[in-house]
């Protein structure tokens, strides 16, 4: 999850937008590297938010993309004053 700044929602998720499948040995062990923002300002809007890199033995082996689960709107206002005085 990446935490949004000044959204409606405090944390966006990601997904991946593919699957990998790759052939290993039982002994062989996978590094996924994830390539995205550690976090994000609202609108979050609907589309790729980074990538993940699957590595083995120091040989990148492939890569899937990664997005956003949902969109986030921006807070309003309104729901800023919310949040600080509750209500």
């Known amino acids: 999850q990446l935490?949004?700044?000044s959204g409606e929602q405090a944390s966006v998720?990601?997904?991946a937008g593919d699957t990998l499948v790759?052939?290993?040995l039982p002994e062989e062990t996978i590094e996924i590297r994830i390539l995205a923002p550690q976090m994000v300002f609202a609108?979050?809007?609907a589309g790729q938010a980074g990538t993940?890199?699957?590595w083995c033995g120091g040989e990148r082996l492939g890569e899937i993309p990664l997005y956003y689960?949902?969109?986030v709107a921006q807070v309003t206002a309104q729901g800023r004053f919310r949040r600080i005085f509750g209500g």
């Open 52 to 54: 993940a890199e699957v």
């Open 3 to 5: 935490p949004v700044i």
């Open 43 to 45: 609108p979050v809007l």
């Open 22 to 24: 790759l052939p290993l």
């Open 69 to 71: 689960r949902q969109p």
């Open 13 to 15: 998720e990601l997904v």
